[in-house]
């Protein structure tokens, strides 16, 4: 044998695994039968926490460089899927919590104060690695989020904080995006002119329409010029970094296009890995506000209007945070920008061989 024998329950570290569930109500001499539950689903939680910020690394270190290699891409998309997948396996396990009713419950809530999952330091380090600001957060007794956490997990989050968030260096990334001009192809100007061509195409339809009233046709027509509008913003860089600075963007001018432009030619062999990164990015954003979503029921459902441990409003509050605390929210509202694929401009062949592998 070439290595040394390895034993399962040696390897697994099984013995601090396993003896490491000590319910309080035990302590305290008033055993409370589902606590073992609540104590083991935690534990879970925080082992799946460790496995996501695992693979988050692995993907930080790739976007982190100035010149990202095309060869770490794939991986870099696999494990961000990877992350999906468990983010939706954690959603699940709130039914097994849930088999604990309120009155188990309160048989040892009462013995936990004032621990709470808002102490959870691996879910902040998710959060924060990200790209979740301070300032994105709800505001919660006062203090920064990270006062709840001990003086060492302070620093770190600091740290982390002071870093390139995976949300600032995927923006890096995709302002480097090299395929938005040629000297026969400008994407942003035969973009410009495919929406402007759909918009008159969809205004004419309403115009035609003998059923519509012409108050009809006006509130339709109306509405379609409003968003009209709103695209605007995307075609003159100063109308969107104003909207930028309220906040209603968050990526860069340059990042937006090429989020676009990847969301447009995502067929194109060059794209295919952007755009399985952009879409496992959006499927991160959606399963985390998925578990919030299903975490704050279940607090609803177990606490009624009663505060939470860590001395919130309970699910006042958590419903608030599942609202404001997005990430990726810009690439949701990038939506509100596709053209139908028919009316997508076909690429010049300069740029769609550039788009192409060749061999
Ligand atoms: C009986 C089940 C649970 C109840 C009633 C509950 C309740 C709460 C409440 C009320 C808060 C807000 C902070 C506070 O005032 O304490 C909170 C925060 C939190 N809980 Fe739970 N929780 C439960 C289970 C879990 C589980 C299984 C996890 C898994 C790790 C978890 C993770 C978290 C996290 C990460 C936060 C911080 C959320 C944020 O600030 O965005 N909770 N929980």
């Known amino acids: 044998m070439k290595y040394p024998p390895v034993h399962y329950h040696k390897y697994l570290g099984l013995d601090a695994l396993l003896n490491s569930q000590h319910p309080k109500s035990v302590e305290y001499k008033k ?44 991986m870099a998309s696999s494990r961000l899927e990877r992350i999906v997948s468990i983010l939706k396996l954690i959603i699940g396990q709130v039914d ?26 691996q879910w902040r380090l998710i959060e924060t ?20 956490l001990t003086e060492e997990q302070q620093n770190e989050i600091q740290s982390v904080l ?29 973009y410009k002119n495919a929406v402007t061509t759909m918009f008159n195409e969809d205004i004419a339809t309403v115009n035609n329409n003998t059923r519509l009233s012409d108050e009809d046709k006006k509130r339709n027509i109306e509405g379609l010029t409003n968003t009209l509008r709103s695209f605007d913003a ?9 909207l930028r600075g309220e906040g209603q963007f968050r990526l ?27 879409r496992a990015l959006l499927d991160i954003d959606e399963t985390m506000t998925t578990w919030r979503y299903r975490h704050a029921l279940m607090a609803m459902r177990m606490l009624g209007q009663k505060i939470g441990t860590g001395g919130s409003s309970g699910h006042k509050y958590l419903a608030e945070a599942t609202a404001k605390h997005k990430i990726f929210g810009d690439f949701f509202n990038l939506t509100t920008f596709f053209i139908p694929r028919s009316q997508v401009p076909p690429l010049p062949k300069s740029m769609s061989d550039r788009m192409s592998f060749h061999y």
């Open 31 to 74: 055993p409370a039968h589902d606590e073992m539950l609540f104590i083991v689903v935690h534990q879970t939680y925080e082992l799946w926490f460790k496995q996501i910020i695992f693979e988050l690394d692995a993907v930080l270190k790739t976007f982190q460089k100035d010149q990202i290699e095309e060869t770490e891409m794939g």
């Open 96 to 121: 097994v919590l849930e088999t604990m009713t309120p009155l188990d419950f309160l048989d040892f809530r009462d013995m936990l104060y004032p621990a709470s999952g808002f102490q959870s330091f």
């Open 129 to 148: 690695k990200l790209g979740l600001r301070i300032g994105d957060r709800l505001a919660y007794n006062q203090a920064p989020f990270f006062k709840s």
């Open 162 to 190: 002071n870093s390139s968030s995976l949300f600032d260096s995927l923006e890096k990334w995709l302002a480097r995006t090299p395929f938005l001009q040629d000297e026969n192809f400008n994407f942003w100007d035969t």
């Open 234 to 242: 995307l075609f003159d860089e100063s109308a969107f970094e104003k």
């Open 252 to 278: 860069s001018y340059k990042a937006m296009h090429a989020a676009l432009l990847i969301q447009l030619y995502r067929d194109q062999p060059i794209l295919q890995t952007p755009f399985r990164i952009i």
